[in-house]
């Protein structure tokens, strides 16, 4: 039996256990987690870009009549056939909220409630992207309000309806982001790893105040940031993303395109595109002679980093969906027990305990995080491997191996037989120090897994 497997079977038994008692619905709120796309939440300090970012991802513009109210509640947004929005206020009960389409966005009105009234909002709208994973815009940390930050804090820090992975954007690398990183990775307050967080260079298309090089300095500052030891620590990588060029690629529409021209220069073209996407924008048109919409927003997609950003959301996280959401069952049952010590609670302890040592799935994402933080004494090629072996660049059997995909049978048992001897030699090796042996054991281990699929 597969470990998310085991981990289902012991959430139904604490399930049973808790039968009739508070809670139950906690319990069983995870078991329907089980069976829904990943949650991942968007996380940053204000005015990062975390809405824009998510407009981008879903496809669709969002926008608020009091967005300085809505930026500050917890939003949960999902997949469903029409638009709809709810709010849940503080203390229980729910208010559907108006959410209507205008010009080309969606507007939210929280109506005569604030957000101090809220505890979160849900918004449901047809989205491809939504039916792969649920996304969570979290208020901005360092906000003026302290309730505000302080709602953002707990949210990411675990609650009972908490993500399976997160965003961190970041436009600067200050003392104080390396901070706020560290405080949401702390293993007393939170389940982020560097496996399943991932960084983002938020608003890039803005670095060097918009000038036309503003992407290509953009990427040097994030190749920066991801061999900066502070932040490797802390997560997977960090990509640069333009959200406002994304956004722009997946939602101009005909009109807006028709208008470009007539608009060059104004607030309005400034307000959709910024200036290194109106200058961008301008370039291309010119340079076309003849100017096709399709061809832009293919531009605007391209130069914003958005592709590489989905391909790594789904080759990561939605890769890994099942071994995530079976660890966030688990630590839900390791909490419930100690909150509510009924007669069975030592029992599921000792039993999710069982399963986490267990569970080479959580051993490799556990030598995944050594690996970031400098934890194993290897050599830089040899980590280099340890890491793509252990799914650290995609959990297919061909990139594990660092094969082409289309790589034959033989090739791949070859590759297998090839690197499980490796690490076998250095297992064995009475120089090899201690920590390394430990950390081959799981190479091992998972050559032999790839050899064994299923």
């Known amino acids: 039996m597969s470990f998310p497997a085991r981990a ?5 038994e604490a399930t049973d256990a808790y039968r009739g008692r508070p809670a139950e619905h906690r319990l069983l709120a995870v078991t329907r987690h089980l069976d829904e796309p990943l949650r991942v939440a968007i996380a940053g300090r204000v005015k990062a870009g975390k ?3 998510l407009n981008a991802l879903v496809g669709q513009r969002i926008a608020a009549t009091d967005a300085g109210e809505c930026t500050r509640v917890v939003t949960w947004y999902g997949h469903g056939e029409h638009p709809s929005a709810t709010g849940y206020p503080h203390g229980g009960g729910s208010r559907e909220l108006r959410l209507e389409p205008r010009g080309n966005a969606l507007v939210l009105d929280l109506g005569e409630l604030r957000a101090d009234d809220l505890d979160q909002i849900t918004v449901a709208m047809p989205s491809t992207w939504l039916t792969r994973m649920t996304l969570v815009d979290t208020p901005g940390m360092g906000s003026l309000s302290e309730s505000v930050a302080r709602q953002a804090h707990e949210f990411l820090a675990g609650s009972d309806d908490g993500v399976d992975a997160v965003v961190y954007l970041l436009r600067q690398l200050h003392a104080s982001d390396v901070d706020f990183l560290e405080v949401l990775s702390d293993a007393q307050v939170s389940h982020s790893t560097p496996v399943n967080a991932v960084g983002v260079l938020s608003r890039s298309d803005e670095v060097g105040g918009g000038a036309p090089d ?3 300095q ?7 940031y991801r061999e900066d030891p502070r932040i490797r620590s802390l997560v997977q990588t960090v990509l640069p993303v333009a959200g406002l060029l994304g956004e722009a690629g997946a939602t101009l529409r005909p009109e807006e395109f028709a208008d470009l ?3 060059a220069g104004t607030p309005e073209a400034i307000r959709v595109l910024g200036m290194y996407g109106l200058r961008l924008s301008l370039e291309a048109l010119r340079r076309a002679g003849t100017a096709r919409r399709e061809d832009l927003v293919a531009l605007l997609t391209r130069r914003s980093g958005l592709p590489e950003l989905r391909r790594l959301l789904l080759t990561q996280f939605a890769e890994r969906r099942d071994v995530l959401k079976a660890d ?3 630590r839900t049952i390791d909490a419930v027990s100690r909150a509510d010590p009924v007669p069975e609670a030592q029992h599921l302890r000792l039993e999710v305990e069982r399963l986490r040592v267990g569970a080479h799935e959580l051993a490799e994402i556990r030598l995944l995080t050594e690996l970031r933080t400098g934890q194993v004494p290897a050599a830089p090629d040899q980590l280099v491997h340890m890491d793509r072996l252990l ?7 061909t990139t594990r191996l660092g094969l082409a995909p289309d790589a034959s049978g033989t090739d791949i048992a070859d590759a297998i037989a090839a690197v499980h001897g490796y690490w076998r030699r250095i297992a064995r090796s009475p120089l090899t120090e201690p920590v390394l042996v430990r950390a081959c054991d ?6 032999e897994g790839l050899a064994t699929p299923g």
């Open 391 to 397: 799914g650290g660049e995609g959990s297919a059997v």
């Open 8 to 12: 289902r079977a012991l959430l139904a």
């Open 328 to 330: 966030s069952a688990l």
């Open 442 to 447: 799981v190479l091992l281990r998972t050559c």
């Open 214 to 216: 503003a992407i290509d």
């Open 218 to 224: 953009a990427r040097r500052i994030a190749t920066r």
């Open 51 to 53: 809405s824009t970012l």
């Open 261 to 263: 021209m007539r608009l």
